[in-house]
């Protein structure tokens, strides 16, 4: 499975942005899609993640309400909707996948999409 992720890019506080996350090669027909940051300095943070089959999603607490997971499975894209951003949410975000049943640690995903940068200006 190869991830491509896209959308980042600069924007100020109380802003929006999308990111999406394409997916080629093997079909995800099943399993999981997280989205996963990391700031300057800091470790690697789960962010959220929908499961491909039913589209349930799962949020870190310092996201839900603000942020979004959507998928388009005739697409074998994943949409991460960010509203009200924040300065303390600039960092690189990545998209993963795995298969099986949810979690929450990064090791347990497999496959990686590069980062792309959101940088939050207060």
């Known amino acids: 499975v190869q991830l491509q992720a896209s959308g980042g890019g600069l924007v100020q506080a109380g802003d929006s942005l999308r990111l999406s996350c394409a997916a080629s090669g093997r079909t995800l027909s099943s399993g999981v899609m997280g989205w996963f940051r990391q700031a300057p300095g800091k470790a690697r943070d789960f962010v959220g993640a929908?499961?491909?089959?039913?589209?349930?999603?799962y949020y870190d607490d310092s996201v839900k309400g603000r942020y979004t997971i959507s998928r388009d499975n005739s697409e074998d894209t994943v949409y991460l909707q960010m509203n009200s951003l924040r300065p303390e949410d600039t960092a690189v975000y990545s998209c993963?996948?795995?298969?099986?049943?949810?979690?929450?640690?990064?090791?347990?995903?497999?496959?990686w999409g590069q980062g792309t940068l959101v940088t939050v200006s207060s």
């Open positions: 929908i499961m491909w089959s039913d589209g349930h999603t």
């Open positions: 993963a996948a795995k298969m099986g049943p949810f979690s929450r640690n990064g090791y347990d995903y497999r496959y």
